[in-house]
Nanobody
Framework: QVQLVESGGGLVQAGGSLRLSCAAS????????MGWYRQAPGKQRELVAT??????QYAESVKGRFTISRANAKNTVYLQMNSLKPEDTAVYYC?????????WGQGTQVTVSA
């Protein structure tokens, strides 16, 4: 059973930075899409960033501020978040897209104070 374990969330002031990590257990998933969604209170879950092989996609709202990367040897994906804004406050969920379905992390809270 594949499990995703997230870490790195927390409370930060506007303009600050955080780095989220998501480690996947089990086999090597270097060729599988991984990424991050987020969900703010009262809002729908939205895609933040995806990495597929060397390709990266970002939501317009985070372009230029967030960077997604992965360490294949560690089955880990990272989300470096800079210049954080209060509107980035949400629970961030890591995902891994497998041929058998999508696996999700437990979520990590990111809170950005004004």
């Amino acid at each position: 059973q594949v499990q995703l374990v997230e870490s790195g969330g927390g409370l930060v002031q506007a303009g600050g930075s955080l780095r989220l990590s998501c480690a996947a257990s089990g086999s090597t998933f270097s060729i599988r899409p991984m990424g991050w969604y987020r969900q703010a209170p009262g809002k729908q879950r939205e895609l933040v960033a995806t990495i597929i092989n060397e390709g990266r996609q970002y939501a317009e709202s985070v372009k230029g501020r967030f960077t997604i990367s992965r360490a294949n040897a560690k089955n880990t994906v990272y989300l470096q978040m800079n210049s954080l804004k209060p509107e980035d406050t949400a629970v961030y969920y890591c995902y891994l897209l497998l041929s058998t379905g999508t696996r999700w992390g437990q979520g990590t809270q990111v809170t950005v104070s004004a």
